[in-house]
């Protein structure tokens, strides 16, 4: 894999170092495969996969410089806020009612959400039947406050490390 794009204030050639560099500490066994749960939905039973919100040098490999994500956390809902800024929002607010993203699955549960989506575009308010007690405090998660411009990806200013 080569990334080609760049993330909050990242090139893809930063990107793409610290790409390389996980692999090689992967391989050694110093840093481990994923474990544990989700860090936006906080699955426990689904496989993950390392996410970098930092690829400044020199390279951190621990929350929140690195997280690990569920797929369909990581590659479906967190890259693609900026294009689907509703779906995002949503989707943390079916986070925060003890969601997680395997629930989507079930259909009554979609059209919660989809219900909440609607409810957005129309700024109405909307609650969400809570589906598990949520362990964070809201407002407070990595996630909360995450750049939704498609400017901040290529914005310095955007990295975690100034
Ligand atoms: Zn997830």
């Known amino acids: 894999m080569v990334v080609k794009s760049w993330y909050n204030g990242y ?3 930063e990107r793409d170092d610290k790409f390389k560099a996980m692999k090689k500490l992967l391989a050694k066994g110093e840093l481990l495969q994923p474990t544990g749960s989700c860090s936006l939905c906080n699955d426990n039973e689904v496989p993950l996969e390392y996410h970098d919100e930092d690829y400044g040098a020199p390279f951190i490999w621990e929350p929140p410089a690195l997280l690990t994500l569920c797929r369909h956390c990581h590659r479906d809902k967190l890259h693609k ?3 689907r800024p509703v779906a995002w929002l949503a989707y943390i607010a079916h986070i925060r009612r003890g969601g997680y993203a395997r629930d989507l699955k079930d259909l009554q549960i979609k059209k919660e959400v989809d219900a909440y989506k609607a409810a957005i575009e129309k700024n109405e308010a ?3 039947k809570s589906l ?3 362990e964070h405090e809201i407002g407070k998660e990595w ?3 995450l750049r939704m411009d498609i400017e901040s990806l290529s914005d310095p200013l955007a990295r975690a490390r100034k």
Do not use: D, H
């Open 11 to 13: 090139s893809p050639k």
């Open 81 to 83: 806020r900026f294009s």
């Open 126 to 128: 909307f609650v969400l």
């Open 132 to 134: 598990r007690p949520y």
């Open 143 to 145: 996630f909360a406050n």
